[in-house]
């Protein structure tokens, strides 16, 4: 069994991948809504707000955030698409 990358309590990033991939799926979306009906997207600084789950059945790291300008969006995200705040300013 494998230990947790990251902690409650830490800012991590989505990696790059995920970042654009985000981003293009927004732009898709924006020639029918407008920015304001789509909100805020998890493209910045994600704040783990509790304890890693590992999935049982695959193994894998999850991790539940929020971010936006009060911690007012919530999400959830598996290890291998985040990145730590270290990694995130060096590219």
Known sequence: MS?????????VYYNE???NKLLTDRNKLLEQFSSEEL???PT??????????QCEKTGTW??????GFCGDHEGYAQES???SKEEFYRT
């Open 62 to 67: 999850m991790y539940r955030y929020v971010y």
């Open 39 to 41: 909100g805020e997207m």
């Open 44 to 53: 910045g600084k994600l704040l783990i707000d509790d304890h890693p789950v």
């Open 3 to 11: 230990t947790p990358k990251f902690s409650k309590g830490q800012t």
């Open 17 to 19: 991948k995920v970042r």
């Open 81 to 83: 698409d985040l990145v």
